[in-house]
């Protein structure tokens, strides 16, 4: 890719909250390009920001001062009701804990969405079911949460995430409740969807795996970004699991 063209840009993003007398700089200045089409993993401790800047990222907060510009507009300065509608339309989430409905079928939840953005109930199945399909769930569509592994659950969440073809997916530690060889799964199967979808993956993660598809790396910490580094520049040890390899 020649040119890189930004997708999101902030600018001296800051989010101040008081506790007590205290005031505590959970974002002091962050100022970041993500560029369409990239798999950004965002990295940094507990307490760190990584969380709140994850979360600002996706209209989910608004920042005390600074700017946040998705494709030029400055979401931070959208209404609630411009901002679920940006949501509804433009992003799509995954969460560690899955957050499907338990009631509801994988087809039922990953429909969800897409009839809430007003989209027919018949068509609003349809392509539920062909998401489901392109993530190896095609054969599950009627099974309810309970019914799946955590792994599978997880690729229900992925699903709907995808469901409404957004331009921007934000993973919010989406291999933390799974095991080792699940996770690298579910970050596999991330990695292929940005390669042929061409949708921008943002995810927060301790997960140090994740670093093997990512295309750079944002580290935060103390509020500030640390540092950002390419995949190439990345020092990543590869292991092996059952005789295949693992970073």
């Known amino acids: 890719m020649s040119e890189k063209r930004v997708l999101i840009h ?3 993003v ?3 909250y008081r506790l007590g007398d205290e005031v505590v700089r959970a974002l002091d200045g962050v100022t970041a390009d993500i560029y369409e089409g990239e798999f950004l993993s965002i990295m940094g401790p507990s307490g760190s920001g990584k969380s709140t800047f994850f979360n600002m990222l996706g209209g989910l907060d608004r920042p005390t001062s600074g700017k946040i510009f998705m494709n030029g507009q400055d979401i931070s300065r959208l209404s609630e009701r411009q901002q679920a509608f940006l949501r509804c339309h433009n992003i799509g989430y995954i969460f560690q804990t899955f957050n499907l409905i338990p009631v509801m079928s994988a087809v039922e ?3 969800l969405p897409l009839i809430f953005s007003g989209m027919p109930l018949q068509e609003a199945h349809d392509k539920a079911a062909e998401t489901l399909a392109s993530v190896g769930l095609g054969d599950r569509i009627d099974h309810h ?3 799946l592994s955590g792994g599978q659950q997880q690729r229900v ?3 709907r995430a995808l469901a409404n073809d957004p331009r ?3 993973a919010d530690e989406p291999t933390g409740n799974l095991d080792l060889r699940t996770g690298q799964e579910i970050i596999t199967l991330l990695h292929r969807l940005k390669e042929t979808r061409g949708v921008t993956i943002i995810s927060a993660t301790h997960d140090m795996k994740m ?6 790396v944002l580290w935060i910490l103390d509020g500030k970004v640390d540092k950002i580094m390419g995949r190439e520049d990345l020092k990543i040890h590869v292991g092996t699991m059952d005789g295949e390899e693992l970073a």
């Open 10 to 12: 902030t600018e001296d």
């Open 211 to 216: 670093l093997s598809n990512s295309d750079r």
């Open 157 to 159: 969440a992925v699903a």
């Open 145 to 147: 949460p309970f019914e």
């Open 109 to 111: 939840n990953v429909s």
């Open 14 to 16: 800051r989010r101040h």
């Open 168 to 170: 921007l997916i934000l």
